[in-house]
């Protein structure tokens, strides 16, 4: 049994590789499994745009078996229940999977699966996929051990796979199946591994040119950005995968520029600065992988009963709803809500804001981020909510000025006023704060503040001298230092494996 779940794909797949391999020495057949777990839906971050996406991928998944001799079994219902109903049918003799740096609800389950294969004397075989390190002892080495491991060959896809006969396979399962809630995110990006593969190459051959310039703005983003974060999160691309397409591609483009034919001179920096993000994509999932505690607790424990006690439900809801009364938030928190994708800094000034400005606890925005995002990844998104909020003690504070960030990506306010309509009519200078303008000013632009738009839900400036005065208290304190260091040894970053000390010439 090859059990798949964020890895739909049949490329670079190494357990169903084995699989195959394995049932055509022994003489059986493989079960391609796919599961919909309730659990998943009604306890976690997934809704109907996640099921949108998963469907499309399994359905093409479901016809690249076929062409290998196998179709996809689909299951409603929990693991183990789903194994022990499939093990009366047919006798499961091993199973495969990829490993998963899931949240606590799919580690939980993998815990049970590991208990009923145990007790049934299955052998289940867990494959990597991706440069995420299980059971690492130390973080020295791990960018030198991740770079070794991308540039492996990729796994073949198996010339044929004897797939079990005589067995109801289901079919695919709608979203009120399995229990997805309703999702306003009507305009996602579209599943599958042709889907994926074009989303890469589009990105590698002709938008990503001025990735490097372009990324930060939540406008020219939407293009220049590679776009490749659900098909990584949900596997319909692997990482080895989008490694090797890059370094081809980089390969070419230096070719071309000492050449001086290439066309676009800024193809080098842009893929070298994307050539580095994809180590940073399993660095942060390495994280809670090490301390799965992340995904509730504080990285650095200093910061425990900071904002906790403080949380304001009122600013919390203006900040989830796309009300704050600052444009440039607003108008992100609302791009989210439509599409479920957002740029990386834009993704960064949403959680400084609500940490920082509105002196919100980090867990209920992830939670409420987690199913905005179409591309959660719970390894990232825990840490990074972490990072952007300040609780790890080890990153510099990022406490992004709204009114700034919109001046500076999204200077001629084409964002805002797409997202944010009833500020359509405020003149550019006006439109970071429209709460500024005169009275008389309000009503030549046609939006009254307080009733069209609404008052800012805190005094920004007021807002973050308090927040960095209450972060300068706790990092001053000894505490915090400590765990600093504890922190930084852990799950820091190493730059260059550690030098060797050299042995000391013998005494003449």
């Known amino acids: ?8 794909r049949v490329s670079d797949h190494r357990p169903l590789a084995e699989a195959a391999a394995r049932a055509a020495s022994t003489g059986n057949a493989v079960l391609c499994l796919y599961v919909y777990e309730p659990s998943l839906y009604r306890d976690g971050p997934l809704d109907a745009a996640h099921h949108r996406f998963i469907d499309q991928s399994l359905r093409e998944l479901d016809d690249a078996l076929g062409h290998l001799g196998a179709r ?71 960018a030198q051990r991740w770079a070794r491991k991308m540039r492996r060959p990729s796994v073949d896809v198996p010339g044929r796979v004897v797939g079990v006969t005589g067995l109801d396979r289901e079919g695919p399962r709608e979203a009120d199946e399995v229990g997805a809630a309703a999702s306003a995110r009507l305009d996602t990006q579209a599943g599958g591994m042709t889907a994926g ?25 939407w293009g220049s950005c590679s776009r490749i974060s659900p ?65 509730f607790d504080n990285v650095n424990r200093a910061y425990d009963g ?49 940490s920082y400005q509105l002196w919100l606890h980090w867990r209920r925005p992830a939670l409420h981020l987690a199913r905005l995002f179409l591309d959660y990844e719970a390894g990232i998104h825990f840490s990074q909510m972490q990072m952007q909020s300040g609780t790890t003690g080890i990153n510099t504070l990022r406490i992004y000025s709204p009114i700034k960030q919109a001046r500076d990506q999204d200077p001629d306010g084409h964002f805002i006023r797409q997202w944010v309509p009833e500020l359509r009519g405020v003149p550019l200078e ?50 915090a230092r400590a765990e600093a260091r504890r922190v930084a040894h852990k799950h820091g970053s190493r730059r260059r494996p550690p030098a060797r000390r050299r042995r000391r010439p013998p005494a003449s």
Request: glycine share 8%; net charge positive; proline share 3%.
């Open 430 to 479: 006006h439109l970071a704060e429209p709460h500024r303008m005169t009275g008389l000013e309000q009503r030549m632009a046609g939006c009254i503040i307080g009733r069209d738009y609404p008052e800012p839900v805190v005094e920004h400036g007021a807002a973050y001298r308090r927040a960095k005065a209450k972060m300068g208290e706790v990092r001053r304190r000894a505490d």
């Open 231 to 295: 098909h990584l999160a949900w596997g319909t691309l692997s990482m080895r995968e989008v490694f090797h397409a890059t370094e081809r591609r980089m390969r070419w483009v230096r070719d071309r520029a000492r050449r001086g034919r290439l066309d676009d001179t800024r193809w080098p920096e842009a893929l070298t600065s994307f050539r580095s993000r994809l180590s940073w994509h399993c660095h942060f999932m390495q994280k809670l992988e090490d301390e799965p505690r992340i995904e």
């Open 197 to 221: 593969r074009e989303t890469l190459d589009g990105f590698l051959h002709r938008r990503g040119a001025g990735y490097r310039r372009d990324m930060s703005s939540p406008l020219y983003g």
């Open 72 to 142: 996809l079994c689909y299951r409603l219902g929990e693991m183990p229940d789903v194994l022990e109903r499939l093990h009366a049918e047919r006798r499961i003799t091993g199973l495969w999977s990829h490993r998963e740096t899931g949240d606590a609800i799919t580690y939980a389950r993998d815990l049970r699966v590991g208990s009923w294969c145990r007790e049934h004397g299955i052998p289940w075989t867990e494959r990597a996929q991706n440069g995420v390190i299980r059971r690492l002892k130390s973080r020295d080495g791990w």
């Open 306 to 354: 900071l904002r906790e006690s403080a949380f304001d439900e009122t600013r919390f809801d203006a900040w989830r709803r796309g009300e704050t009364g600052y444009p440039l938030v607003d108008a992100c928190m609302r791009s989210l809500t439509h599409t479920g994708w957002l740029n990386f800094r834009m993704r960064a000034m949403l959680v400084s804001f609500s």
């Open 1 to 8: 049994m090859v059990w798949f779940k964020r890895d739909l």
